[in-house]
């Protein structure tokens, strides 16, 4: 093998300039149609020796000759380049083939040279990746493999009087300064997140001013491109797909949003549940309260439903809250479990394990008026079949979990069995409910997808002049930009 490969590398030095960058100079080469003592090797074998060289000397083989040229633009090669960076590989083709063209989507499989792809991708510069979210904020660079802090949403950056750009601008500098990185050095994808829910004039209005918001903020300290996209949005990208009803549940309520090729479809409804993991934390309280499990603060009662502990190995029992399959079977079992958190000690919980994300499904049980989250989502789902929006209603069928409450084990497998048992058999063929893809961190993810893409900036970032130019036109103007579209994201 060591043979071959320093025969490979001769074959290519003879052929290339002798000095500077021979990737860069084709005119520099000799064509031959051969590939010399190499043509009695296979091909498969051949793809597999250039493995072993390495992108940045694979990439330079392309100068010696048409069939070395041939050979290392395989696509299987430069796949399995691909497949060793950071992103999984369907998150790489998810992306480059179906939101690589920016917004709105052209899938582009036919004809892709992934050879392209990975040189594109090794020049983005990387983005600064910030997710709001409604509890925390997480934010990092789209490069690493996870954000790299957690802080205050920034809907807590002040007092509820604040103005919004006052509050925003402490939020971002915040951020920025944790990162230690100026605003002006990166471009930026910023998750916007899901509030005026609906169709009317005013509610487009307030989300209009809310990005406008984000977008002014962060161009007056100099960013210099903008991606702002939707929460649910983000979280539909990470599960790889465009379309879908994604289930946000967030800080103080929980979202169902209908979503068709990345547009959030308002006009067919954003239903709406008054409960969120604020409220399964504090039913948690209430239920350990009622028990004489003592704590010390709500901090360690959240901790408690969302803690996992890696003694017990298998992923599905590590969180001591999950959702029953079926309720009152349940309550028949011995389901006691102690876990110990660390400074606070061991607690042992019983039916509060399973009590507290049942208030999902029975609302009543926490004196909250809302409707159960398998009837807004069989809601939702039965106003997308009745709209007729596509020719194939499988767009709706399925479901994305996001949020971090949205992790409790069981959730997914109880939404799909109630919706089952709720909707006909004609909009029920099909449902599949999918668990965050990546726990609480999915809309984040989604976010470090777009950022990562070979095209990025690109179609999908706002730059300063073009916000400005926005600013000074029309409404007429703003329908002719895909990235400033109210509710395309």
Not at 57 to 64: D, G, Q, R, S
Not at 198 to 226: G, H
Not at 428 to 443: C, F, H, K, L
Request: charged share 20%; glycine share 8%; proline share 4%.
């Amino acid at each position: 093998m060591a043979m071959l490969l320093r025969r490979v590398w001769e074959t290519m030095s003879s052929r290339t300039c002798s000095t500077g960058d021979s990737s860069a100079r084709p005119s520099c080469t000799t064509e031959s149609s051969s590939l010399g003592a190499f043509d009695q090797i296979p091909w498969d074998v051949l793809i597999q020796i250039v493995k072993l060289i390495g992108p940045k000397e694979a990439a330079k083989l392309c100068v010696v000759s048409r069939s070395w040229r041939a050979l290392v633009s395989d696509n299987r090669l430069w796949i399995f380049f691909l497949q060793h960076q950071q992103e999984p590989w369907d998150s790489i083709f998810f992306g480059e083939t179906t939101l690589g063209s920016g917004y709105p989507y052209q899938t582009l499989v036919t004809g892709l040279s992934f050879m392209h792809i990975y040189g594109q991708r090794a020049q983005v510069p990387g983005s600064v990746i910030i997710d709001g979210g409604s509890g925390y904020c997480k934010f990092g660079w789209s490069k690493y493999d996870c954000p790299s802090g957690r802080t205050a949403t920034f809907l807590e950056f002040g007092n509820i009087e604040s103005p919004m750009y006052s509050r925003l601008r402490h939020f971002f500098a915040t951020i920025y300064s944790r990162m230690q990185v100026k605003p002006s050095t990166q471009p930026i994808v910023v998750s916007i997140p899901i509030c005026h829910y609906d169709d009317t004039e005013n509610a487009k209005a307030s989300r209009r001013q809310l990005k406008d918001c984000f977008q002014q903020v962060l161009f007056d300290l100099n960013v210099p491109a903008v991606c702002a996209i939707n929460q649910a949005t983000l979280a539909l990208y990470a599960a790889k797909r465009t379309s879908g009803i994604v289930v946000n549940i967030g800080f103080q309520v929980t979202s169902v949003v209908p979503i068709l090729h990345g547009k959030v479809m308002r006009k067919v409804g954003v239903e709406v549940m008054g409960l969120g993991a604020l409220k399964l934390t504090g039913y948690l309280r209430l239920l350990m309260q009622q028990n004489n499990i003592n704590f010390g603060s709500l901090y360690t009662v959240r901790t408690l439903k969302e803690l996992a502990d890696p003694s017990f190995g298998n992923m599905e029992l590590q969180k001591l809250c999950y959702v029953a399959a079926d309720y009152k079977a349940e309550l028949s079992k011995d389901t006691q479990a102690s876990l110990e958190i660390a400074g606070e000690g061991w607690f042992t919980l019983s039916k509060e394990r399973f009590q507290t994300g049942e208030i999902l499904f029975q609302p009543r049980m926490a004196d909250v008026r809302t409707m159960g989250l398998d009837q807004a989502v069989a809601l939702c789902m039965d106003h997308c079949h009745y709209a007729e929006l596509s020719g194939d209603d499988a767009w709706f069928k399925t479901v994305i979990l996001t949020g971090g409450s949205a992790c409790l084990p069981g959730l997914a497998e109880r939404l799909e069995k109630e919706l089952r048992g709720l909707l006909p058999s004609s909009i029920s063929n099909g449902i599949r409910v999918i668990p965050p893809p990546y726990g609480a961190d999915t809309a984040w993810f989604g976010a470090k997808l777009v950022g990562n893409l070979s095209t990025f900036p690109g179609a999908w970032c706002a730059t300063k002049k073009q916000f400005r130019r926005k600013s000074r036109f029309n409404i007429m103007w703003r329908s002719s930009l895909p990235y400033l579209e109210d509710d395309a994201h």
